[in-house]
């Protein structure tokens, strides 16, 4: 059971953003460079997030700074990381709305930068998932061995519970909408030409990510988890609906010839 719903996980992973992303181009008549501008500005961030993650973690440990144990740790943890993806990934997102100069004037264009960014992302882990549980099944049905990975460490992954892959995939269509959520406050920025609305985004990224970690570190249960981020899903929703609502331009009816 737990097998076939790895691989729905997967599907929904893979799949999703990529017809996601087809029907928004289909529905705002959008080419696929913005959705690839989102990929591009993700892949940047990355390049920039993961070493310096590591660096600064090196770092610390090397002057012996650690986070305080109990709930203070784990949520100055929580604002650490969150506020370093934000560092990352909002600026990256305010330079690929630059970067596409005319073409992000509708707001439309936000939307669809969100998708491609937030899709990549689920993309990549969605190839990871399936990476893991085919490792994982070759290591406890077969001789195969792989270095660092352990016969007790695949079979925790082959006998996790049948819903932690659908929650998995659940995370993915909440990070999709938080993301999509998060570009139309940068575009918000970029077609008002405010820096705040860019210091508000890092700092929404920062407490949503904050609040994952949060839990995560303090042992809560992931059903809880998955309720809170059903919780976040819905308001950015909501977000979404109130931007797209009084941020739009009005059409000016063209009289007719």
Known sequence: MTNVMFIVAVIIEIGLPIALAVWLTRR????WGIVGVG?????ASQVIHIPLLA???SGLNALGINFPSGTLGAVLSGLYLGLLAGLCEEPMRYFG??????RAEPIEAGVLAGAGHGGIESIFVGISVLAN????????NTSVQIPGLTPEMAAAITGAPWYAPLLGAFERIFAITLHITLSLIVWRSVSHRKFAWLLLAILYHMVVDAVAVFMTNMGVN???IEAALLV?????IWLLLQMKKHWKKPEVNEPAL
Do not use: E, P, S
Not at 39 to 43: C, G, H, M, N, S
Not at 97 to 102: D, G, H, S, V
Not at 134 to 139: D, G, N, S, T
């Open 28 to 31: 705002y008549k959008f080419g």
């Open 39 to 43: 990929v591009l500005t993700f892949i």
């Open 55 to 57: 660096g600064i973690g």
């Open 97 to 102: 709305f630059k970067l596409l100069k005319k």
């Open 133 to 140: 549980m085919l490792i994982a099944y070759l290591v406890t």
């Open 222 to 224: 992931m059903i809880l």
């Open 232 to 236: 976040l899903t819905v308001i950015n």
